[in-house]
């Protein structure tokens, strides 16, 4: 069982910028494949970002050129940079753990979830 915790939501204004991080319980993500994903109320989860075991990015429409996945040197810890941030960007994020092969955007995918941190983003 992995643990996902997520950490560095919170409130900023428009154009701010947050760094999302996620670490899991005692063990490195380096045979994961990880995304970061978000919800905002009364809408169905979205894919954001995802990173792969060997460091292949994608990203959404929404985010690309704004948001950047990376993990540390260690692959303990996955930061999602957002940058340029935009009232509509206002959700959960939720990061997430995959174990098999595949990679990208579906939720289905991912094995593992975290609970998630608030971003809010005031215009």
């Known amino acids: 069982q992995v643990q996902l915790v997520e950490s560095g939501g919170g409130a900023v204004q428009a154009g701010g910028s947050l760094r999302l991080s996620c670490a899991a319980s005692?063990?490195?993500?380096?045979?994961?494949?990880m995304g970061w994903f978000r919800q905002a109320p009364g809408k169905e989860r979205e894919f954001v970002a995802a990173?792969?075991?060997?460091?292949?990015?994608a990203y959404s429409m929404a985010v690309k050129g704004r948001f950047t996945i990376s993990t540390d040197s260690n692959k303990k810890t996955v930061y999602l940079q957002m940058a340029n941030l935009k009232p509509e960007d206002t959700a959960v994020y939720y990061c997430?753990?995959?174990?098999?092969?595949?990679?990208?955007?579906?939720?289905?995918?991912?094995?593992?979830w975290g609970q998630g941190t608030q971003v809010t983003v005031s215009s």
């Open positions: 005692g063990r490195t993500f380096r045979d994961y494949n």
């Open positions: 990173i792969s075991s060997g460091d292949g990015t």
């Open positions: 997430a753990a995959g174990t098999g092969p595949s990679f990208g955007a579906l939720p289905s995918i991912y094995d593992y």
